[in-house]
């Protein structure tokens, strides 16, 4: 089974980092779960919200990954659903340099065949189903994992499978724990994919 994966909010818990990255940004002393609130949107929302220009994006970006470095940490379980699920594909808006430093920093990396750096390597950012796009010119995707609206709108467009993490957002399968992805998640993807054939 080939699943594509969301990186932040959906395998490692990255908010704290997302949410103290983006209060320095500010300048500001920002309510920080109401920063989350935003944010779990999108980051283009936030920005809007809080009057900041989108010429800071890269700014942002590198402090996200400064503070992700120290702040952020694989969801409980995670290991076992990844090794379960077959080949695994990341589609991140994320630089590539960070993902793979967090995926060694937790010896993950081995689960993963693929990492797109969605703006890093030209695409336009989710929802945006360029990105999707490429990696079904390699890999038949079976399922989409992600925790915000954004990471399953190109999945609907392209009728791939998906599942929402922690988050009641439209999907096809709903789990808020790692724990549970193979009962709630994986099993019943494989056995539609076995009616399909």
Known sequence: MNILWDFDGTLFDTYPALVEGFVELSGQDLDRKDVLEWLKIDSKTAFRHYGISENQREEYQRLHNKYSKSHSKPFDHIEKAL?????????THRDKESTMFLLKKFQLEKYFIEVVSVEEQGFTRKPHRSSYEHVLKSYPIDLVVGDRDLD???????????????????ADYH????????????????LNLEKKL
């Not at 190109?154 to 957002?169: D, G, N, V, W, Y």
Request: proline share 7%.
């Open 83 to 91: 090794a379960a699920a077959g080949n695994n594909i990341i589609v």
């Open 152 to 170: 399953l709108i190109p999945a609907r467009e392209l009728t791939i499978a998906t599942a929402a993490f922690r988050s009641k957002i439209e």
């Open 175 to 190: 789990f808020d724990s790692y724990s549970e992805f193979i009962p709630l998640v994986l099993e019943p993807v494989k």
